[in-house]
């Protein structure tokens, strides 16, 4: 959520911000919703005054035995003109807090203004592995390797599901094992969240409402109705941990990871770049998370890319690092570095971790404070995440890029004490 002082102040600042993300910004509305509370609330602050200042004046009247009654009536009918007030006052604030929540965040200057192609490479390491004229692409190999079973994966859940089967399901678990052992030993905190989230929680990860319709919506008959949601990312479980909080602030940088599958509505496809394990609705992956004062900002960007690019390194896979341009990044990021593996099959680079920035933005939508000094007022931490790593991309840049020309496929070193042999064969 954007600050609506900044809107206030400076409305062409934030128009021209939020035009390099969005054809269309209208601000009007909210300055409009704003003035509307600024007055309201100015109003209710007086009437609740001068309701104070008649109860001490019936006081006195009581004290002395004078009569109270055309008093009491006055005071009666203020009282029914601030409950009034109050609730037009109420809705004001929701119109207000609902227009703002509409609103991307605003992206950072050095973020490359356009779509998909105005991203821009930052990073490359290794070398593409020379595979001849025709590698096999990671469904072949894992099908031969009986690593993933794609037709009774689909035969469980319906299109858009795989099955890891043998040592398929070996390599999968090495990764998030591998993964959380890095992050646990670099004194990242563990967390293991509840796979069903309120709707609170969307909304403060700033997912909701623009992507309400991507996750899996769940109605609890038995809790009331409750409505729940299947986390899309561990980041929206992260993040809510520590929503209404305020937090001290010798405690800052909090770091925290998390290992669970993901749930998302895919719309999917038949694209080449989509067959297998590329694209579906439920994947593993471990997040990595930070909650900083906003001087520790730009250091912990740079630890959570610097991670991700470590971990794809020590799998010995040949990757590139972009940072994406305004229209690319998700809406709640100010800042966002993809690492993305290359897949020799489709000569093309996967991403395999988003690392971002989301400054204030998602701390005012879920009140996350802390307090810098002792008499100093609170203000507003900055969050920022990344993929430590996302498995269901990485499984096939491993069959492919580590296949050899027998069809076997050599195992990262990291994996090959819990898999217990360097080579997978037929």
């Known amino acids: 959520m954007l600050d609506i002082e900044l809107i206030r102040s400076d409305p062409e600042y934030v128009r021209t911000a939020l035009l390099k993300r969005v054809d269309d910004v209208d601000l009007d509305p909210i300055l409009e919703a704003d003035v509307i509370r600024r007055k309201l609330t100015t109003e209710v602050d007086t009437a609740r005054s001068e309701r104070n200042r008649q109860a001490r004046q019936i006081g006195k009247l009581k004290s002395s035995g004078a009569d109270t009654t055309e008093a009491q009536k006055q005071a009666a009918a203020l009282g029914d003109q601030v409950t009034a007030m109050q609730a037009a006052l109420t809705e004001a604030e929701k119109t207000l807090h609902d227009l703002l929540m509409e609103l991307p965040n605003l992206p950072d200057d050095r973020a490359p203004v356009g779509g998909k192609e105005a991203n821009q490479v930052v990073r490359t390491w290794g070398t593409k592995p020379d595979l001849g004229d025709k590698p096999l692409d990671h469904v072949e190999l894992c099908t031969r390797l009986g690593l993933i079973d794609y037709a009774r994966g689909t035969k469980l859940g319906g299109s858009g599901y795989w099955l890891y089967t043998g040592q398929g399901a070996a390599l999968e678990w090495a990764l998030i094992d591998f993964f959380n052992r890095e992050h646990y030993a670099a004194g990242y905190q563990f967390l293991l969240p509840p ?122 896979l040949h990757y590139q690092t972009s940072l994406l341009a305004t229209r690319d990044a998700s809406a709640s990021m100010r800042l966002t570095y993809d690492i993305e593996v290359w897949l020799p099959s489709i000569g093309i680079y996967k991403e395999v971790s988003s690392a971002s920035w989301a400054g204030d933005y ?27 790593l996302a498995t269901s991309r990485l499984l096939p840049a491993i069959v492919e890029q580590h296949q050899q020309p027998d069809g076997s496929v ?8 819990w898999l217990g042999t360097d080579v997978l064969r037929p």
Request: glycine letters at 8%; one cysteine or more; hydrophobic letters at 35%.
């Open 195 to 316: 796979h069903m989230l309120t709707e609170e929680a969307g909304y403060a990860a700033g997912q909701f409402p623009k992507f309400h319709e991507d996750v899996y919506h769940i109605a609890e008959e038995n809790e009331g109705g409750r409505k729940s949601f299947l986390l899309p990312t561990a980041e929206t479980a992260i993040l809510n941990v520590h929503r209404d909080e305020i937090l001290p602030a010798e405690t800052l940088p909090i770091k925290a990871f998390s290992y669970t599958p993901c749930y998302r509505r895919e719309a999917g496809g038949y694209r080449t770049e989509e067959r297998g394990s590329m694209r579906g609705h439920q994947f593993n992956k471990v997040e990595m998370f930070q909650f900083t004062a906003p001087g520790q900002a730009e250091d912990a960007l740079k630890e959570l890319v610097g991670r991700a690019q470590m971990l794809v390194e020590k799998l010995g």
């Open 362 to 388: 998602q701390a005012r939508r879920a009140n996350i404070r802390y307090r810098p000094d002792k008499g100093k007022p609170t203000a507003y931490i900055h969050t920022l995440n990344a993929s430590g």
């Open 410 to 417: 050599a195992v990262p070193g990291p994996l090959r004490a």
